[in-house]
Every structure is written in C-alpha cells, then in structure tokens.
C-alpha cells in the first residue's frame, strides 16, 4: 500500500515539474534571443556562434529552473490532493502528513543532487565550449584574443597589473609587478614584454628596482634584457575569475580561496559563490519543505492558490538570497551563513508549517 502510495505521489508530481522546467528554459532561451539578434546585428557575430552560446547555456538554465519547477509542482500537487479529497481519504487510512510528504522530499533529494553535478561538472564544461566558440570568432577580429588592464593581487604580497593580454599568442605588454608590503624591502619589476608557460613568465626588456622598507626611495636598479619568474598565478584563471566566477566548479574556487589566503588576503566573494554551488543545488529540496504543508494548507483556497504561492516564495527566496549576498560581501554575516540564507528561511518555516498541518 506504501509503496502505491509512494509511486502514485511521485508520478503526479514528476509531470508537472517536467512541464514547468520546459517552460522556464523556453522563457530564458527567449530573452537570451533577444540579447543575442542584436550582437549578430550590431556586433556582426556569425549566428552559428550564438547558437553555440545559447546551447552551452541550457545546462545553466537547467540548473536554475529546477528549484522553481519543483515548488510549483509540489504546490499544484498537493492542492491537487487536498482539493480532490484524495489527502482525507489517505489521512483517514492512518497516514500522516508526514509520511505523504516522504516522497516529495526523497525526489527533491535527488533532483538537489543532480542540480549541483551539473553545476559541478557540466556547467563549467559548457562555459568552456562557449567561450571556445567566442574566442574562435575572434581570432578572426582586428584585436583577436585581447584582455585589456588586468590588475590582481597574487601570493607573496605582490600586486600585478598587465596592460595588455594576447591570450592566443600567450604574450603580454607592460608589467607591472610590485611586492606591496611595506614592512619589508620591496622590489617592483617592469617589462616591456612577457610570455607565459603555466605560472612561469618570462619578462623582457625590463628593470628591476629595489627599495628599503619604509623607504619611498631606490636604492637599486638592475636592468633587464630577460628574465624568468615564478608569478605563482595562471593567468588564464585571472581572467576567468574577474570575468564570471560564477561559473567556475566548486573545486576551483576552493583553490583560489586557499590561493588568495595563503597569499593573506580576503576571498569574501570567492568564499560567498564557493558556498552558493552547495546552497543552490539543495535549493530545491528546501523548497519543498515550506511548499508542500502550503499546498496541504491553503488548498481550499481555490484552484490557482499553487501559483500564486508560487510566485510569492519564489519571490521571497530570491529577495533573501539578495539580501544575504549584500550582507556577505560587507562581513555582515560570515559567507557560509550569507549562501544559506535563503535556504534557511524557508526550512525554518518550512518546518513549523508541517508541525501545524501534522496536528490538523
């Protein structure tokens, strides 16, 4: 009978989930269009590019419907019951709220699951293949692969600012890269040129000058026609990191967090979207936690009460992720705690509400 039960809740949820992530992908491939007939128009990007981008974007949208797709399916689902009468014939039965809850719950476990393995190991994948498809485009362009003024801090204390960054040619114009500790004697190094293999750069036509600590004043200068130096740094993860690091996998940022901190500097940002990959993906099953003692709740309000509680918490989680984000990046809150925000408003109340539909 449980496992009836079990089967029949699922299926009826399964439908339209799978009907309400197709629509929001639709929905997001539409506003992508628009962005994109335009950068065909006025950028004169190939379509066959776009097209490239708009389907290494699927696994994104993908990702962010299925929190969404799932609270609408498990709103309209259990309303569906409760208006139907099927929950008071179950509950006469002997079966609790708790226990029709169950699946929904095991469901939300694993499509949380599958949300963060394709954020983990697809997304990043699909990022790649777009940006390939970008930059194959142009290298047929005057400029080419060109990343202009790139200022960052990297291990050692030392501060890097390349005016120019040719990333097909793997070369760079006028380096600047200065030990920026003033407790100790500093040595800033200038290039004309460099080249890049990993994290070892080789400088030419350059100077290097050495001051003392609390010194504003060289006290040295060696000139250069070439040399070698461990910048400890990939350049190429530079530009993915200050481009969007919202795309990167949870492993590398974890690796730039470690990075930066041996170097002793802040990762608040880093630290705040390494701990959003986790928050997100388990955003759905925290969505079902509030959503389906809704649904058991409010079901005799009327036939679109799912939607538009829908539409509220979803409204609700996104404000909470937003306000939480604001508060992580100004130390307000610690960026484990900013990440979860959302996810914890929703499974504290989420909580109370099963308590009040379980005593019913």
Do not use: C
Not at 217 to 223: A, G, H, I, P, S
Not at 314 to 321: D, G, K, Q, T
């Amino acid at each position: 009978m449980i496992k009836i039960i079990d089967r029949y809740i699922t299926t009826e949820l399964i439908k339209p989930f799978i009907m309400v992530v197709m629509a929001f992908i639709v929905i997001m491939i539409s506003v992508r269009l628009g962005e994109d007939v335009n950068s065909i128009i006025v950028d004169k990007i190939p379509a066959s590019v776009v097209i490239k981008t708009i389907i290494s974007k699927i696994p994104d949208y993908i990702i962010q419907a299925l929190p969404i797709g799932y609270l609408m399916a498990t709103l309209l689902t259990t309303s569906r019951f409760s208006r139907d009468h099927e929950t008071t014939a179950l509950r006469a039965g002997g079966i609790k709220f708790k226990r029709l809850m169950a699946p929904i719950i095991v469901v939300s476990v694993f499509i949380s699951y599958l949300s963060f393995i394709l954020n983990e190991e697809v997304v990043p994948r699909t990022n790649e293949y777009s940006q390939r498809a970008v930059d194959q485009f142009k290298r047929f362009k005057k400029n080419g692969l060109i990343t202009n003024n790139k200022y960052f801090r990297g291990p050692d204390n030392r501060f890097f600012h390349v005016q120019k960054i040719d990333r097909d040619a793997r070369t760079m114009d006028n380096l600047v890269i200065a030990n920026i500790d003033l407790k100790q004697d500093r040595v800033v190094i200038v290039a004309k040129r460099g080249s890049w293999n990993g994290t070892m750069w080789s400088l030419s036509e350059g100077i290097t000058q050495y001051y003392s600590k609390n010194s504003e004043f060289v006290y040295r200068e060696d000139k250069f026609t070439s040399k070698t130096i461990d910048s400890k740094v990939k350049i190429e993860d530079i530009i993915n990191e200050q481009d969007n690091p919202q795309v990167m996998s949870a492993v590398k940022l974890k690796e730039l967090i470690d990075s930066r901190k041996t170097a002793g500097f802040e990762a608040k940002e880093l630290e705040l979207e390494y701990h959003l990959h986790y928050a997100k993906a388990f955003a759905t099953f925290f969505s079902a936690t509030i959503s389906a003692p809704m649904g058991f709740i409010f079901a005799s309000l009327g036939n679109y009460i799912g939607v538009a509680l829908s539409i509220i918490l979803i409204f609700i989680y996104y404000v909470a992720e937003s306000i939480g984000r604001v508060l992580g990046l100004n130390g307000l809150l610690p960026p484990m705690v900013a990440a979860w925000s959302s996810n914890i408003v929703f499974a504290v109340n989420g909580l109370i509400l099963l308590w009040q539909v379980d005593r019913r």
